[in-house]
């Protein structure tokens, strides 16, 4: 059954679980995403979510998806942007993803009867929804991953063997480009990254994964969409109890991993329009004190330590919370030094990421680290 979020108190948790599962990343801060959603709402639209078995197994979809990282605090002189014809900005963010599906329908001649968010966020899943809702095209309760991810080529369709090209990128200016083919998933990524720095940054609309519904099932996280609502719920409902943290345990089985307060952060790379790579440094508070805390970003956290001890990894969710508030703090500039946070973490939604191709995806050793997978419920006990 088609499931219609029509009150704005359900997108707020609505958005507020995405951004929670979103892991850091997903393309924006969780108000990002209830700024976009919620004046609909209030003008009396509503957002439909349909089951992967609603829709028809020879039904076109796609994955859509924003490409980006680390802007720089200082723009580029106007100067240099119109020596490349860059005067006007033609697309939002939003329109840039949906010139984007249509883009990839048109050069594969193909019909789109839905789509797919490619990842868990608060802003990549909210502008799945509004770039299905200017094509009238229903979004699937579904999305690749069940988290957010740094990279194309880290979904659970290419576990199965289904890579993103062809692909169409289209940035804020109205430069379109398409991908026909790579020689790799990881490669796919690299070229619309160089994309958004060719563009200047802010944001590249992307899509892929084209498929028909009876093949894009294998890759689906069936039910994310509404579990990001249960998991917005129990933050919400957390907010007024003496252990913030018991309904989101009892929603997700995870735990908290440590509660401290932020020192710095420490960037590792200033290549911009790329990546936004650094680690939070974070002190013990309660009953952490006197221990210390680091967690690896790449977009999304990555690695936890704590005093030296690796605590949890990716594929699994590790989310920085505001320890007052509940809120899923972004690794957009969120965790700033003396805010007091909590680190939880929680098992990947897919067991699929668990596999041995799931690990060598999203595991440390595909970041670089000398270790393996380190599962977060055998340790920090």
Known sequence: MATILSDVKTIEDFVTGLAFLGTGGGGGRLQDGIDLLA??????????LVSPDEVSPDTWSC?????GGRDPD???????????????????LVERMVQAARELAEFRNVRLGAVVSMELGSAATVGTILTGMALGLP??????????????????????????TPMAFV???GNVTLVKSTVSAVMADRLGRMISVAAYGKGVGGTGYLAQMKDSKRGFIRGSLLTSIKVGEALREGKGQKDRLAPLVKVTGGRALFTGEAVATDWESDEAFMFRKFTYRIKGTGAN??????????????????????VATSPDIIVVLDAATNQPLSTRGDVTPDRQVVVFAMKALDPDWHSPQGIELLGPRHFGFDFDYVPFDTTAR
């Open 39 to 48: 004046p609909l709402i209030k003008a009396g639209k509503s957002i439909t």
């Open 63 to 67: 994955a859509v998806a924003s490409w």
């Open 74 to 92: 200082t723009p580029p002189p106007a100067a240099e942007l119109a020596s490349f014809g860059l005067v006007k900005e033609k697309y939002t």
């Open 139 to 164: 979004t699937v309760d579904s999305d690749y991953v069940g988290r957010a991810i740094p990279e194309a080529g880290q979904s659970k369709m290419d576990i199965h063997g289904m890579p993103p």
């Open 171 to 173: 940035d804020r200016w």
């Open 289 to 310: 004190a006197g221990q210390a805390c680091r967690i690896w970003v790449k977009n999304e956290h990555h690695v936890v330590w704590v005093d030296e001890r690796v």
